[in-house]
């Protein structure tokens, strides 16, 4: 799809990035940001800024499932090498491609391991069945079926349904599809529990991202949903700066 008019408030975000490495000027950067960013008129911008500050740059799309993250999260990454480091080793644009890390197993861990054990916020638990009923969305999630072999949308079972609506029941046997800074909060679609009319807990969504048990978030429901929503999966940039350390920076 296109990039859209609400991803394109990242934009400044990239510019002021690319304006903190031109004063900085890191060994390394680094940019992450959804794999549509490609379409937008700033990638380009962020390519060319970069090649002209003094660094050699390439990007590749990354999915966290590849990574041991219980998550379907495509992403798109940009590795940008200093011009004197790349130098010194050899490195082309092209040979930046090597540096992205290799998919890690062909064994997605799925909703239900990553699960597996949790305890449940129940005044959490309840609050999110009960946004749900209150919602126009639980006339649409009654009629998904539960424990679906994959995730499953109104438009899966109805081919006449032409909402374009995101709400989607997570599979058990899978790992979860996307989660969102925005569709997992109150009153909206989102990813729903295999299981439950719901969206998920806060513990069940740190799962599903691969952060700890006791990672611990302040605010309100909404204002961890947007926190874990942004952020990048740790396993999977771990992948990344490991291979960053051992072909770049190590040498």
Known sequence: RDYTQEESITENLVLDYISLAQVKQPKICIIENVRQFKSAPVFEQTLKELR????????????????RVPQIRLRLFIVAIRKDISSKLGISENDILNIFPKKETDIQVTVKEALKG???????????????????????????????????RMSDLNKDWTSDFSLDRASWDRPS??????????????????????????????????????YSFSGT??????????????FM??????????????P
């Open 118 to 152: 949790l305890s449940i916020n129940q005044e959490e638990r309840d609050l999110l069945l009960s946004s749900m009923r209150k919602s126009s969305n639980y006339e649409i999630l009654k009629f998904i079926p539960k424990n679906p072999p994959k995730k499953t």
């Open 52 to 67: 002209s500050s003094g660094y050699k740059v390439n990007y590749k799309v990354l999915n966290s499932a590849d990574y």
């Open 177 to 214: 599809p996307t989660l969102t800074s925005l569709g997992q909060q109150l009153g909206r679609g989102g990813i729903c529990h295999p299981q439950e009319d719901r969206v998920f807990t806060i513990n069940e969504l740190c799962r599903l991202m691969g952060l700890p048990d006791d």
């Open 221 to 234: 429901f909404n204002e961890k949903v947007l926190a874990i929503g942004n952020m990048v999966p740790p």
């Open 237 to 250: 940039i771990s992948a990344l700066s490991k291979n960053i350390y051992q072909k770049v920076i190590k």
